[in-house]
């Protein structure tokens, strides 16, 4: 299981907010470039980090942000937030981001998801951000009409091969991860997810392990010193995903051109 420490960014600042209400926005760190060389030496490989103007804005707001924390800490990032065409897509994906998460679109524009996916193959993440088990979008300003299972099953019929789940009743609270949607959404699709909202401590990360999540995402549990991202890192490579299931049914095998036998004499 990975562990994708987060850097969430508002006016070029490292917030972190509460239930994804922009009015909580609380400064965790001075520079988003040293935090994610500060997860690097504490062993992180991957970062995780949403530009939250554009999540608002529908535009690419902090993208030099993003772009100089790639090329300069080494590490894998993925971005979210804002990105709601090909352009913006392929802009992050040839500067050095190493995936996409798209939200907004997948519930608005499947078939534009779909043509990234083709394009981009597992670069392309879908986010799926719900409350009371609807998914919300627009940064979690819209209202949901569709049901997290759902879309789920959607995205994996397109040919996504991994999501976020985030529980926007659980984000920033550090009250522990939704366990019972996120076994529910492994057990209905046969795609990675990664989970994300309300871990605390390392009895979270234990206990997203045993449910065979093939990822973990940590934001305020590191800024306040709940959970050690080492440690963390550690029980995370102790597991070990499981394969994807291939969605195509198996064909009976073909019978064998044997000689007849011969009737013993």
Known sequence: MIIYPAIDIQGGECVRLTKGNFETAERVAEDPLKTALE??????????????????????????????????????????????????????LEHGIDRVILGSIAVKNPKLLAELVR????????????????????????????????????????????????????????????????????????????????????????ALAKLRM??????????????DLAEAIRIGEETVPPPAKSVRASRPKKPENRPAKTPKE
């Not at 996504?160 to 009250?175: A, C, E, F, N, P």
């Not at 093939?214 to 959970?227: E, N």
């Open 39 to 92: 997860f690097k030496a504490a062993g992180a490989e991957y970062l995780h980090m949403v530009d939250l103007d554009g999540a608002k804005t529908a535009r690419m707001q902090n993208r030099e942000v993003f772009v100089t924390v790639a090329a300069e800490s080494g590490l894998k990032v993925q971005v979210g937030g804002g990105i709601r065409d090909q352009d913006a897509a392929a802009y992050y």
């Open 119 to 206: 394009e981009y193959g597992e670069r392309i993440v879908v986010g799926i951000d719900a409350e009371d088990g609807m998914v919300k979008t627009e940064g979690w300003l819209a209202a949901g009409r569709v049901n997290f299972l759902t879309l789920a099953k959607e995205m994996a019929h397109i040919g996504v091969r991994q999501i976020i789940y985030t529980d926007i009743s659980k984000d920033g609270t550090l009250t522990g991860p939704n366990l019972a949607d996120l076994k529910k959404l492994r057990d209905s699709v046969r795609l990675g997810i990664i989970a994300s909202g309300g871990i605390s401590n390392i009895d979270d990360i234990r």
């Open 214 to 227: 093939q990822g973990a995402i940590c934001g305020k549990s590191l800024y306040h010193k709940t959970l």
